[in-house]
C-alpha cells in the first residue's frame, strides 16, 4: 500500500496552483481532442468551471477575458481553441517589462529636503510685492527649521540667506536682510512642545481606557 503513494514532487508541474490539479488535467485532456470544434466546447466547459469559483466575477468582462488568458497559460500556449478574447502568446506572456525611470535627485544640502526646492522655484514665479517678500522668510524660517533639524546647535541667518541664494540660482537674494528670521530657541521649543502634547495625548488616551476597562460591569 506505501508502494503506491503518489506524491506531488513527483507529479505535473501546476502552472497555476490556485485552480487546483483536476483543472490541469482537464485543460490537458482537452489539448489531445483531434477535432477543434470538441476543443473549443471543452475550452467554454472549463471556463465556465473557473469562474464558479469566483462566481460573483464570472460575468465581469475583464474577469472573463483574465480567465480566457489563464486557460491559455496553464496549457502551455499549446490549446488549439477559439477565444472571444486575443489569443496571448509565451513570448508576450514571458516579455519583461520596460525598467521604470524613478526621479534621482541629489540635492547638494539634503537636510532641507526637495520639497524646499520647489517652494523656492515657486516664489520665483510670483511677482514682487508683500506676499513674496512674506512667502521668501517663510520659506527662509523653514530652512532655518529643516536646518535645526539636522544640527541640535545653532545657525546664523547668514548662513541661511547663502543657503536660499544658492539653492535659487542666485534669483532670491535676502543676504542685505534687515529682518532676523525666528530664534532658534523658538524654533526648537515648538517643536519640542508639539512633542510633549502627543505624549500626553497617548498617555491620557490610556489612562481613559484603563478607567473604562475597570468601570465595567463583571458578570
Not at 81 to 101: N, V
Not at 163 to 190: C, M, P, Q, V, Y
Request: charged share 30%.
Amino acid at each position: 500500500m506505501i508502494d503506491n503513494l503518489e506524491y506531488n514532487t513527483e507529479r505535473e508541474h501546476l502552472i497555476i496552483p490556485e485552480y487546483g490539479r483536476h483543472m490541469q488535467k482537464m485543460i490537458n485532456y482537452a489539448k489531445t481532442r483531434e477535432t477543434k470544434e470538441e476543443r473549443n466546447k471543452l475550452a467554454k466547459g472549463i471556463i465556465a468551471v473557473m469562474g464558479n469559483m469566483q462566481p460573483h466575477l464570472r460575468d465581469v468582462a475583464d474577469f472573463q477575458h483574465k480567465l480566457w488568458d489563464q486557460l491559455f497559460i496553464m496549457s502551455n500556449f499549446e490549446l488549439d481553441a477559439d477565444s472571444p478574447y486575443p489569443i496571448p502568446t509565451k513570448e508576450i506572456y514571458e516579455e519583461r517589462p520596460e525598467p521604470l525611470e524613478y526621479p534621482q535627485n541629489f540635492p547638494k544640502y539634503r537636510f532641507y529636503g526637495n520639497n524646499i526646492k520647489t517652494m523656492i522655484d515657486v516664489a520665483n514665479t510670483w511677482e514682487d510685492g508683500d506676499l513674496k517678500e512674506a512667502l521668501l522668510h517663510t520659506i527662509a524660517n523653514h530652512m532655518k527649521k529643516c536646518f535645526l533639524n539636522w544640527n541640535k546647535d545653532t545657525v546664523e541667518d547668514a548662513v541661511i540667506y547663502g543657503h536660499l541664494f544658492e539653492l535659487s540660482n542666485g534669483k532670491i537674494d535676502l543676504r542685505n536682510s534687515e529682518e532676523d528670521l525666528s530664534d532658534a530657541t523658538s524654533l526648537l521649543r515648538t517643536k519640542s512642545k508639539f512633542s510633549s502634547n502627543n505624549n500626553n495625548n497617548k498617555k491620557g488616551g490610556q489612562k481613559k481606557s484603563n478607567n473604562n476597562n475597570r468601570q465595567r460591569k463583571r458578570y
